[in-house]
């Protein structure tokens, strides 16, 4: 088993420029997450999945949007990158919701906007 | 809401000493409460979590948490450190019923000096 791969595992953009980040999960899991992550403030949440089709905001989505079109597969785009979002972002799954199962981590993708 | 409060940025300790890092939570109803571990540019690792039953819990690699509900708090602990245990370490929470994301600390780096 891969676990969680991310997709691509550095970048670096120019302001305005636009890419998706892929993150592919073959657990099975239902829940996937995307996080980010930058000094001093831990994670922070961006959007999650609950199921296949279906995506919802987290802690901080602005300038995000998310793509749940396959249950293995959670995408997160950044439609015209701003240096604010320069970060390091992860991707979690976990399996569902009743089984206290802990997250499983990519292990990350290192963003810089220029 | 759910919170999560590590109070300390960096934690040292000499190999063989005992070592503690700290977490405290605020949640309205029951708390789940993980560790996580991350070593440089890795995922977060889980180490181990509190869904109930005993406040103490083991978890991976000899940590132990015990969870202290008059307290709020939900401290990481190893009773001889390694010099391998030097990493960053995040505490997280979400309540047991509603809001099902967790919510992650800023993380303490833990730093075991041979």
């Known amino acids: 088993n891969a676990g969680v791969t991310q997709t691509p595992k550095f970048r670096v953009l120019k302001t305005g420029q636009s890419m998706t980040l892929l993150c592919a999960q073959d657990?099975?899991?239902?829940?996937m997450y995307w996080y980010r992550q930058d000094p001093g403030m831990g994670l922070r949440l961006i959007h999650y999945s609950v199921g296949e089709g279906t995506t919802a905001k987290g802690e901080v989505p602005d300038g995000y949007n998310v793509s749940r079109l396959k249950k293995q597969n959670f995408l997160l785009g950044l439609e015209s990158a701003a240096p604010s979002q320069t970060s390091v972002y992860f991707c979690a799954s976990t399996l569902n919701i009743d089984s206290n199962q802990p997250q499983h981590f990519g292990d990350g993708t290192r963003l810089s906007i220029l | 809401a759910q919170s999560v409060a590590q109070p300390e940025d960096q934690v040292n300790v000499a190999e063989g000493n005992p070592l503690t890092v700290k977490c405290t939570y605020s949640?309205?109803?029951?708390?789940?409460l993980f560790w996580y571990v991350q070593y440089p540019n890795r995922g977060l690792q889980f180490l181990l979590k509190y869904i109930t039953g005993d406040n103490l819990v083991k978890g991976s690699y000899g940590f132990e948490a015990e969870f202290n509900k008059s307290q709020t708090s939900f401290h990481l602990k190893k009773p001889s450190a390694l010099v391998s245990d030097s990493a960053l370490y995040f505490c997280?929470?979400?309540?047991?019923?509603?809001?099902?994301?967790?919510?992650f600390g800023s993380g303490t780096r833990l730093q075991v000096q041979p």
């Open positions: 949640v309205s109803g029951n708390p789940y």
């Open positions: 657990m099975n899991h239902e829940y």
């Open positions: 997280a929470v979400r309540e047991g019923t509603g809001r099902r994301a967790l919510t």
